[in-house]
């Protein structure tokens, strides 16, 4: 178990805006040495330069999480610069919308490229190093509600935080297996103070729609998504769940018990323990 963070080092992903940056500022407040990671160069600089006038010591890394070779990059200069590794937060996210039926190859390809194999790519990049360190250290993967619960018109978005969620539960029972004192963590954020919803800006050019396919639906609820972020939660409030989860040990970090997220969940484990079908919900703000 991780509970003293001063000295200690953190990587993050996707950490120049949003939940990303908002653990970059906390881990920086604990005392943490800080590798911020983003594909978007000109805001992680602009992110780096604001977390290191707080004083703390930190690195950006430009990085695409969805090639593992960056990623492995990304660990040889987190070690060159501090020479080890305690907190590895695979946060980076983006978000597709649409009916499933019209969703093409690549609106899965790049979803999938960044939700799940950015977080299998950081796992496979750090876990070994804290592995052979042997001592406490902590895998945060950003999983969301949606890999709790399925809403329509994200497919996409929902299977691979499914498969994230699952991923990060199966990580979690292996290092216990192996007796590791390095600790694990679902980050479940609902409704957060996001850029998720304009992912479409860090589409790669090789996985963008056709300009002829028009899906009203995907428009329509992309819009939705913005509309409702651009309202919700603050990312500080994020940062603030994980430094806890992560000193208590807890590998659930969900939305706050009693909101309509919470109840959503709840009624979908109703669901599967009943054997009936599933439950149309109404998901409402970000509580």
């Not at 804290?130 to 299977?159: D, R």
């Not at 819009?223 to 919700?232: F, N």
Request: glycine residues 10%; negative net charge; contains cysteine.
């Amino acid at each position: 178990m991780l509970e003293e963070f001063e000295g200690k080092v953190a990587v993050v992903t996707g950490a120049a805006s949003g939940i990303g940056k908002a653990m970059s500022q906390r881990f920086a407040a604990e005392g943490m040495k800080v590798v911020m990671a983003d594909i978007e160069q000109d805001m992680l600089n602009a992110s780096v330069e604001e977390v290191g006038q707080a004083g703390a010591e930190v690195l950006g890394v430009r990085t695409d999480v969805s090639r593992a070779d960056e990623l492995s990059r990304l660990a040889e200069a987190t070690l060159d610069r501090f020479g080890r590794v305690h907190v590895l937060c695979n946060n980076a996210g983006v978000f597709a919308g649409g009916l499933t039926w019209d969703a093409i190859g690549t609106d899965w390809e790049w979803v999938f490229g960044v939700n799940v194999y950015g977080v299998l790519h950081g796992i496979r990049a750090f876990v070994p190093i804290l592995l052979e360190q042997n001592e406490p250290g902590h895998v945060v993967n950003t999983c969301s509600m949606a890999g709790l619960i399925s809403t329509p018109f994200a497919g996409a978005y929902n299977v691979s935080k499914h498969a994230a969620l699952s991923l990060t539960e199966t990580l979690y029972h292996e290092l216990r297996v192996k007796q590791s004192p390095v600790g694990c963590s679902a980050l479940c954020p609902e409704l957060i103070r996001t850029g998720i919803g304009r992912s479409e800006r860090n589409r790669p050019a090789h996985l963008k729609r056709p300009e002829d396919v028009s899906q009203p639906e995907q428009e329509l609820v992309e819009t939705a998504i913005r509309e409702s972020i651009d309202t919700g939660i603050d990312p500080s409030e994020m940062a603030n769940r994980v430094v806890q989860g992560i000193r208590e040990d807890r590998f659930y970090l969900l939305a706050e018990e009693g909101g309509s997220w919470d109840r959503a969940c709840r009624t979908r484990l109703e669901d599967i323990r009943l054997r009936r079908n599933p439950t149309l919900g109404v998901i409402a703000g970000g509580n």
